[in-house]
C-alpha cells in the first residue's frame, strides 16, 4: 500500500534502457526512477522494506511491451523462504539429545538420593540395611550410563583420550571432549554410581565396626574423597575408644 502511495503521489519519469534488437513481452531490463520525491521513495522501496511488507528482499524489475505498455514488478527473493531440511534435522537432532541428557541427569540424581536418606537419617534401619545390600541401584544406573556412553561416543574420542604421545589424557582434550552435554550426562552418572558404592562401603564399614557415618555418608554424595577421608579419621579416632570400652 505505500509503495502504489508512494508511486501515486509523485510525479515519476520512467526512463527505460532501449534494448537492442527486438523487444519481446515481458523482457526484463534495468530503469531508474527520477521525481521530486526520490529520496522518499527510494527510502521506501530500498530501504528497511518494512513499507513492502517485511519481505527480507525484493527484487524490482520491468516489463514493456508495444502492447501493454509499462509495468512494474515485485517479485520475492525466494532464496531466502527456501527450507533446510538437512539443518533443520540436525537441530532437531540436537534438541532431542540435549533433553535426553538433562532428563537422564536429573533421574540418576533423584534415584540415588533415597539410598542417602536412608543411611543418614535410619542406619539401624532393617530397611537400610537390606536396600545396601541390594544390587539393584546398581544395576540401573550401570546400564543408563552405558546407554549414555554408547550415544556420546564418537570417532575422535579415542583421540581426544589418548591425546599425548604417551597414550595419556591431557586436560586440554578432555575439556574438549566434555564440551558435549550428553559426555558431562554420562560423567555425572558414572560419579553417582561410584560415590553410591563407597558409601554403601563406609556405611556398612560403619555398622560392622559400630562407627558413626552419618557425616561421612553426607560427604560421600557429593565430595566422596572427602567422605572416605573422614570416615578413616574417625575409625581411627573410635578405635581406642572401643578398645578400652570392651576391656573395661
Known amino acids: 500500500m505505500s509503495f502504489s502511495s508512494c508511486l501515486s503521489h509523485s510525479p515519476l519519469r520512467l526512463k527505460a534502457i532501449k534494448p537492442c534488437g527486438s523487444v519481446g513481452k515481458g523482457q526484463n531490463f534495468g530503469f531508474s526512477f527520477r521525481s521530486n520525491e526520490a529520496d522518499l521513495c527510494n527510502r521506501h522501496i530500498v530501504g528497511s522494506g518494512r513499507l513492502l511488507g517485511n519481505l527480507p528482499r525484493v527484487n524490482l524489475s ?14 520475492p527473493n525466494a532464496t531466502g523462504l527456501l527450507p533446510y531440511p538437512k539443518r533443520g534435522r540436525m537441530q532437531a537432532s540436537c534438541f ?18 533415597p539410598f542417602y536418606t536412608l543411611m543418614v537419617l535410619a542406619p539401624n534401619s532393617v530397611l537400610t540395611k537390606k536396600s545396601m545390600e541390594s ?3 546398581y544395576v540401573v544406573l550401570g546400564i543408563l550410563y552405558a546407554y549414555l556412553l554408547y550415544l ?3 570417532p575422535e574420542t579415542v583421540r581426544l583420550i589418548f591425546a599425548s604421545k604417551y597414550l595419556l589424557p591431557e586436560l586440554p582434550g578432555i575439556a574438549r571432549m566434555f564440551s558435549s552435554e550428553m559426555t558431562l550426562a554420562s560423567a555425572w552418572i558414572h560419579l553417582l554410581v561410584v560415590d553410591l558404592f563407597a558409601a554403601r562401603h563406609v556405611f556398612q564399614d560403619g555398622l560392622k ?10 560427604f560421600c554424595l557429593f565430595f566422596c574423597p572427602i567422605g572416605i577421608l573422614t570416615h578413616v579419621i574417625t575409625k581411627a579416632m573410635t578405635k581406642p575408644a572401643t578398645k578400652e570400652g570392651h576391656g573395661v
Open 135 to 137: 544390587s539393584l541401584p
Open 209 to 218: 565396626n559400630q562407627i558413626e557415618t552419618r557425616h561421612s555418608v553426607s
Open 152 to 154: 556420546s561416543w564418537t
Open 62 to 75: 520491468g516489463d514493456w511491451s508495444f502492447i501493454g505498455g509499462f509495468k512494474i514488478v515485485v517479485r
Open 96 to 113: 532431542i539429545g540435549s533433553q535426553l541428557a538433562s532428563t537422564a541427569f536429573t533421574a540418576g540424581t533423584v534415584a540415588v538420593l
